[in-house]
């Protein structure tokens, strides 16, 4: 019914997505709020445009929930029954008020109450943003908030509701998922020894054998610690890797060797230290289908290595889009020239390295090339956590098949052998593909049964923090027999619940040789714990309140905090930056930036329409001859 776009310019980065959001204006009426610093091509088709100062997005909402709350426009109930900590929100939003919000971001008041109203007044309402709200040094208070007016306005874990962010290309999704960041493994099962010894259960891995792998250091109380633990060094630090003093980075040696795969380090920062560090590596490897701005920056005469890979239509397997559903990618031509798969690489890689047979034994490689659909049950094995298990090839290839049984507004599959499921099977698609769920199409959302792609808030921090409730209270999903917020179900809990008897014989068995009584719901590979839970109606990660407190976070409350390079001088005083801090090994600079004024030297901001050809750094649009004769 309402649709609001912060830090994105669909128009020009998701056009096909903004073919959605103009249907939905002119079949639904729904109204397009934009903010933006910039008028965009996205903006012009907002019914309301709201230009703010960059880097103030956290007063902006603040300010906009100042009238929601002002005019008793949140969803009290759904506040009452879902989330947790809202009142501590209150109290911050409290002192955003018309003026100091205006004084901030420079959007006056009048405009901002026409924003509340217009999201009170059409619910449910869709809140999208992109990387304009991610990437700063407070992205995650600029998120946080954005959710936070959601759960106010009760638009979460509802159709046409929800937060949805706009990611890149087909499978931008899918690799988040597994891992490419620093500080996980697949799934979200961070580092901890706990998840090294499931994955380790998963790939027959020795995990003292791995454990090997790792180097140690020195930690703050004398004792050594592994880097198996650590998180490791960011995408967008690398550099910091190379050139900073080894004795300030918690590891025990500057990176040495970087292999660029399918990166282009144009569409980032710091180009002239890029540079120099390329140039300070002992080894450099690009790995992609044309040559890249990695292969050419630096002066080197040697010590770099181009690997052709393959395009998307020279290989195949599983993408996951935005809503996290999966799709199978078909081959559509056969690898040009000496170009290779990106899984062919890898298991060339690691025969080279001497360990192959232990990186692939579950899976069957043919003349180098491992074979995609043993992956994909790979990870359908391990990923319990977001349901990345029902998802099988067998079931990925059904759906690719069978396109035309899926209505395109539910996208649910009505008649037929895919009955009832949902296209690509989004994620969580709970317990083995032999169960049959037929994936969620929209988190969080307690008017479906989770065997018919229900759910409800996880149950990931706990029942109680300082005596507070931390459980659902009055919510659930249809047709479960807890009639309350729940913890995350263990085998322990099936027991005391009296359900332990639905599982199998191989079921328990496989529990009990995981930690028996203490075998939670993501680390039992047989699925029986997901299944018993989901078989009485419940999600198998609990029934919680959404949390708008993290109290684990710097900021438990979001707070806006002026950006580093600030132009106004005069609000650093009453939002300062964090201090400087040690994070993901390197030593990173706030307050010690923002004490030196820049604003007599640049006292203006000025940013490009980003009106651009070229997708990403431009490397493969550049070297498509087609494209670039256009």
Not at 52 to 81: A, T, Y
Not at 347 to 353: G, I, P, R, V
């Amino acid at each position: 019914r309402a649709i609001f776009i912060i830090g994105g310019n669909p128009a020009e980065a998701h056009p096909v997505s903004l073919m959605h959001v103009l249907k939905a204006k002119e079949q639904n009426n729904a109204p397009v709020i934009v903010c933006d610093p910039r008028f965009t091509r996205t903006a012009a088709h907002a019914d309301e445009y709201v230009r703010f100062r960059p880097g103030s997005d956290v007063g902006l909402i603040w300010g906009i929930m100042w009238h929601i709350f002002e005019n008793g426009w949140e969803d009290k109930e759904f506040i009452r029954q879902r989330v947790y900590g809202m009142e501590d929100v209150m109290a911050e939003v409290k002192k955003w008020t018309p003026e100091e919000t205006e004084r901030v971001t420079g959007v006056p008041g009048s405009q901002l109450k026409r924003v509340a109203k217009i999201m009170a007044n059409n619910r449910p309402g869709t809140f999208i943003w992109c990387m304009g709200g991610t990437q700063h040094t407070n992205g995650n208070n600029n998120t946080r908030a954005y959710c936070a007016l959601q759960l106010a306005l009760g638009n979460m874990g509802v159709s046409g509701g929800g937060a949805n962010i706009f990611r890149g290309h087909d499978n931008v999704q899918g690799a988040t998922d597994f891992c490419v960041l620093s500080h996980s493994l697949p799934g979200y099962y961070g580092l901890s020894a706990g998840a090294w010894k499931h994955w380790s259960r998963v790939w027959g891995e020795d995990v003292e054998w791995l454990k090997a792998r790792f180097d140690s250091i020195k930690g703050k109380d004398g004792k050594a610690k592994s880097l198996m633990n650590e998180k490791g060094i960011p995408v967008s630090r690398w550099i910091d890797g190379v050139l900073e003093n080894k004795d300030n980075i918690d590891q025990p040696d500057n990176v040495r060797a970087m292999v660029f795969w399918g990166h282009a380090p144009n569409s980032q920062t710091r180009m002239k230290e890029m540079k120099t560090a390329m140039e300070k590596l002992d080894l450099m490897v690009v790995i992609d289908p044309y040559p890249t701005v990695s292969a050419v920056l630096s002066d080197r005469t040697d010590g770099v290595y181009l690997l052709p890979a393959t395009t998307q239509f020279e290989t195949y397997g599983s993408v996951t889009a935005s809503n996290r559903s999966l799709q199978w990618r078909e081959k559509v031509i056969e690898p040009s020239f000496d170009s290779l798969p990106d899984h062919t690489i890898i298991y060339k890689f690691a025969k080279k390295l001497g360990f192959a047979d232990r990186m692939f034994r579950n899976i069957k490689v043919e003349n180098d090339e491992p074979l995609i659909e043993d992956v994909t049950r790979e990870f359908n094995k391990g990923m319990w956590t977001i349901g990345y298990t029902g998802q099988s090839p067998e079931r990925l290839k059904a759906h690719m098949a069978n396109q035309h049984v899926f209505d395109r507004t539910t996208l649910q599959a009505v008649g037929g052998e895919l009955d009832g499921d949902y296209y690509g099977l989004p994620w969580p698609c709970w317990g083995t593909a032999e169960m049959g769920h037929p994936g969620t199409p929209n988190l969080y959302d307690t008017s479906k049964p989770v065997a018919e792609g229900g759910l409800c808030f996880r149950a990931r921090f706990g029942v109680e923090h300082e005596g507070n409730n931390l459980l659902a209270e009055g919510s659930y999903p249809v047709g479960s027999e807890i009639k309350d917020g729940y913890p995350e179900f263990t085998m322990a809990m099936l027991k005391k619940l009296g359900w332990d008897g639905d599982l199998t014989a191989d079921e328990r068995k496989a529990i009990d040789a995981v930690a028996g009584d203490k075998t939670n719901w993501k680390v039992d590979l047989s699925g029986g714990i997901q299944r018993v839970a989901i078989k009485h109606g419940c999600a198998p990660f609990g029934n919680a309140k959404a949390r708008v407190k993290v109290w684990t976070f710097p900021d438990p409350i979001p707070l806006h905090r002026e950006p580093l390079y600030t132009s106004r001088r005069d609000l650093v005083a009453d939002y300062p930056t964090y201090s400087d801090r040690k994070l993901y090994r390197l030593p990173t600079l706030y307050k010690s930036i923002q004490d030196k004024d820049y604003s007599k030297d640049y006292p203006i901001i000025l940013t490009s329409g980003r009106l651009v050809e070229y997708e990403g750094g431009g490397d493969e649009t550049r070297s498509n001859p087609w494209l670039a004769e256009l």
